[in-house]
C-alpha cells in the first residue's frame, strides 16, 4: 500500500494556508467579511470549508503557535428578535499579523462614520426633499 497523505486532515499543508490567508485582515475585504479576529463560523463560510473540521485545523494551528484565540462578542442575526444580539465565540487571529491587522480593524472602526455618510450621500445625493 502506498502511503498517501488524506486531504483535508489538520496537517494538511495546502489547507493550513488558506486557513492562515484567511485569518490575515484585509482591509479591502472589511466591508465584505468584516475586521478580524474571525469566528469559526465566519471563517468557514468566507473560506467554504466545514465548521467543525475548519476548528480542529485551527487548534491545530493554535498548539503550533501560528494563530492565537480569544473569546469574543460579536454580533450574531437572531432570527427570532430579528436583529443582530452579542454572543461570546471563540475568535482567531494570525500570530504573525495580528498587531497590523488590530491597527487595521481599529482604523476601520474609527472611519465608519464617515463612511456611512458617504454611503448615505451616493444613495440619495445632495436632493432636499421639500418640508
Not at 500500500?1 to 482591509?27: E, F, N, V, Y
Not at 465548521?51 to 462578542?73: F, Q
Not at 504573525?96 to 487595521?104: F, G, I, K, P
Amino acid at each position: 500500500m502506498t502511503d498517501t497523505p488524506k486531504r483535508g486532515r489538520p496537517r494538511d499543508p495546502d489547507k493550513l494556508a488558506l486557513i492562515l490567508a484567511g485569518l490575515s485582515g484585509d482591509p479591502d475585504m472589511f466591508c465584505e467579511y468584516g475586521t478580524p479576529p474571525y469566528s469559526v463560523a465566519h471563517l468557514a463560510q468566507r473560506l467554504n470549508m466545514d465548521p467543525s473540521n475548519l476548528r480542529v485545523s485551527l487548534l491545530a494551528l493554535e498548539r503550533d503557535g501560528l494563530v492565537i484565540r480569544e473569546l469574543r462578542a460579536i454580533p450574531v442575526w437572531n432570527a427570532i428578535a430579528q436583529n443582530d444580539r452579542d454572543r461570546v465565540c471563540l475568535c482567531f487571529w494570525h500570530a504573525e499579523t495580528m498587531v497590523r491587522d488590530q491597527a487595521a480593524a481599529d482604523n476601520w472602526r474609527a472611519g465608519s462614520s464617515v463612511r456611512s455618510e458617504n454611503a448615505f450621500a451616493s444613495i440619495f445625493g445632495n436632493h432636499n426633499t421639500p418640508a
